[in-house]
């Protein structure tokens, strides 16, 4: 479901690990804003308003309260479930490197 709504543009993927577990590994698309940076870059999500973002942590210890306050600011918020640890135990891919 995530990868179709990232190809039909209905949704931005959030990476909001540790910048080093980003570039270790990350799907393909993701921004990586730092849950600890979140209130400081939350401006960056503007452009996205329109779209659902999906958060991505390592096993969803930081989603779901980022998730809450992102939703009482107005934003479409889902997240990853299982995070990046699901993802690369499922055999999805994944890029390395800081950006796309």
């Known amino acids: 479901m995530l990868v179709s709504m990232m190809n039909k543009k209905e949704a931005i993927l959030i990476d909001v690990r540790e910048t080093a577990s980003y570039s270790a590994g990350h799907i393909f ?3 990586n804003i730092p849950h600890n940076k979140m209130s400081t870059r939350v401006s960056e ?3 996205y308003r329109s779209k659902i973002i999906v958060l991505v942590d390592q096993m969803g210890q ?3 309260a980022l ?4 939703t ?4 479409k ?7 990046m640890t699901e ?5 999805m891919p994944t890029v390395t490197g800081k950006k796309d």
């Open 45 to 47: 999500l503007e452009k």
């Open 87 to 91: 993802w690369t135990s499922n055999s």
């Open 72 to 75: 009482k600011d107005g934003y």
């Open 67 to 70: 998730g809450k306050l992102l």
């Open 29 to 31: 698309g993701a921004i």
């Open 77 to 83: 918020v889902r997240r990853l479930s299982g995070g």
């Open 62 to 64: 930081h989603a779901g």
